[in-house]
């Protein structure tokens, strides 16, 4: 959680089973989106994350 915070996550943090759930093709580095797949209310979402990121592809 402290990496994904460091990361670029200042508006939202994910809950520790939803980033535990995060695979490498949910990930857009392009377009700076993660993609939560199921989230607490059985929701699927993208999330934005900072150019930290990003720049380490």
């Known amino acids: 959680m402290l990496y994904l915070t460091n990361c670029g996550f200042h508006c939202f943090i994910p809950r520790v089973g939803e980033a535990l759930n995060i695979k490498v093709s949910d990930i857009d580095f ?25 720049l380490n592809t």
């Open 30 to 54: 392009q377009r700076k989106l993660i993609f939560l797949r199921m989230t607490k209310k059985c929701k699927q979402c993208l999330i934005p994350f900072g150019d930290e990121l990003a």
